[in-house]
């Protein structure tokens, strides 16, 4: 039961940090060339409004595929920050993904002194930290998919974690999430 309240924390920040403010500069991603995309090409670049941008592509897919190995419990349907969301845990450490089509990374609204612009493989991206006295170790990051499209990863680490610890994981997640998934 502990567990899934990390997720419910996760996925309840997700939503929160999701709807607040504007944008700041600061820590970059570290990004890489490595990996190549289990999207099905169709010989054309997604929509940049964001319809159908992720081609039936499911959240708990991606997410199982970038946990493989990890030892994470398979993801479960978790629609909090988008319809096409999943969430995974182990001991101490919950995870989130989502696929969202109706928003993109400029509709992201989060506090300005703990968002941060970034990269992430050639995509901008925005790193948003919880607060350690908050939150406890959280992070998310936001990288564009499309013009009105965008995909969050959500850390959430147990007892003990810190921010910086969240973003250092949701930084690795995110990078093996990122070649899973189309670009415009």
Not at 6 to 20: K, P
Not at 93 to 115: C, E, I, Y
Not at 125 to 150: M, N
């Amino acid at each position: 039961m502990i567990r899934k309240s990390y997720v419910l924390v996760g996925i309840t920040l997700l939503a929160t940090l999701s709807a607040c403010s504007e944008k700041s500069n600061g820590q970059a991603l570290p990004t890489s060339d490595s990996g190549t995309s289990a999207v099905p090409s169709s010989g054309s670049n997604p929509p940049v409004d964001g319809a159908d941008v992720f081609g039936g592509i499911k959240a708990c897919e991606v997410l199982d595929k970038a946990l493989e190995g990890k030892g994470f419990k398979p993801g479960y349907v978790q629609n909090a920050g988008s319809h096409n969301g999943c969430a995974s845990e182990k001991t101490s450490f919950a995870v989130a993904l989502d696929l969202d089509d109706k928003q993109g990374l400029g509709d992201l609204r989060s506090d300005p002194a703990r968002t941060y612009d970034a990269r992430l493989n050639g995509r901008s991206a925005k790193q948003v930290k919880g607060r350690d006295e908050e939150d406890g170790g959280t992070c998310e990051i936001f990288f564009e998919v499309a013009e009105k499209a965008r995909t969050g990863v959500t850390v959430v680490l147990g007892t003990g974690g810190s921010t910086d610890e969240a973003c250092q994981e949701a930084g690795k997640l995110a990078e093996a999430v990122e070649p899973l998934l189309p670009k415009a």
